[in-house]
Structure formats: structure tokens, C-alpha cells
């Protein structure tokens, strides 16, 4: 009988490190609330983009921001988001940000329009979010590459370990 073959470990196909995405930044006028990103193929995509600006629209209390960028929903995508999510809108190519109910929301829920990929959350008090007014052009840009003008509050996420790595 012959003894087994050990396994072999291809060194090359395992990663050195695991970094998780960057935080990013809106810059809304004097408003700056960061996120922290999930590692997800549209976050991949999203931060190829980066720094871009688009206009904030408000569908009741979700700010919509028109993105150049098509990425398809993934799954887990859903019609309900939670406070400070941050979802990708694939079918109108739009970042939103939820800080309260929409109008065509239920009592104690925040529904979009159409089924969302959550690709990450706000760190900052999203209520923030109500002085930026309807039209205001918001800058994303990754976290590090901007200085913070005031910090908005306790981070309302976060605490502890983000789940999931870069692939």
C-alpha cells in the first residue's frame, strides 16, 4: 500500500493580507457623513469611479445620487432599507442613502422604489441629512483623501469588526 500524497498549498492563489474597503465620504455644502463600505463586487466597481459628483435628490427621507456607473443587483437585494444604509439602485443607477421613511413607506419602515443592493452604512448621524437641501451636488470621495470639516455625532455602525474581506 502506498502512503497518500500530502496536499499541496498553492502559495500564489492565497492573498499576503485581506484589506476591507475604504470608508468613503458625501460632501454635501458643509455636511460630511462617512460610510464604511461592504466587500461586494458593486463596492469594487464603485470605488473605480472615485472622486465623482452628482446631484442629491430627496425622495422623502432617501437621498438619491445619480452615479455613472451600471452594475447589476446582487443578490440579497431588497425593497426595505434600514437607517443609514447605503444601497445601490441598479435600475436607476443611483447611490441612495436612507435617513427615514419614503412615500410610499409603511409605518416604522423605510421601502424604496425598487429592490436595492445594500453596499454599505453611514458612520455619522444621517439626521445630518435634512439640512442638505433638494438639488445640492454631493462629492464621494474616499475618506482619507479629505479632511473632515466637524464631526456630525456618534457613529451610528461600526463598533467592531466589519464582516467580510476582500476577496
Known amino acids: 500500500m502506498s502512503p497518500k500524497p500530502k496536499a499541496v ?3 500564489a492563489a492565497v492573498p499576503k493580507t485581506q484589506a476591507e474597503p475604504p470608508e ?3 460632501v454635501a455644502g458643509d455636511v460630511q457623513l462617512r ?10 466597481l464603485l470605488l473605480d469611479i ?7 435628490l430627496l425622495w422623502g ?3 438619491r445620487i445619480e452615479v455613472p456607473l451600471e452594475a447589476y443587483r446582487e443578490p440579497g437585494a431588497s ?5 443609514g444604509d447605503v444601497l445601490w439602485s441598479p435600475d436607476h443607477d443611483e447611490l441612495l442613502i436612507a435617513f427615514g421613511p419614503t412615500p410610499v ?3 416604522g419602515e423605510i421601502r424604496l422604489i425598487s429592490p436595492s443592493t445594500r453596499i454599505g452604512a453611514m458612520l455619522d448621524d444621517v439626521a445630518a441629512l435634512q439640512a442638505v437641501p433638494n438639488g445640492t451636488m454631493i462629492t464621494i470621495v474616499i475618506a482619507d483623501a479629505v ?18 474581506q476582500w476577496d
Do not use: C, E, H, Y
Open 24 to 26: 468613503i465620504l458625501f
Open 105 to 107: 413607506s409603511a409605518k
Open 35 to 44: 460610510a464604511r463600505l461592504l466587500p461586494i463586487p458593486t463596492v469594487k
Open 50 to 56: 472615485l472622486p465623482f459628483q452628482g446631484t442629491g
Open 79 to 83: 425593497l426595505f432599507a434600514s437607517l
Open 61 to 63: 427621507q432617501v437621498m
Open 147 to 164: 479632511p473632515r470639516k466637524r464631526g456630525l455625532g456618534d457613529p451610528r455602525r461600526g463598533k467592531g469588526k466589519w464582516f467580510g
Open 9 to 11: 498549498v498553492n502559495k
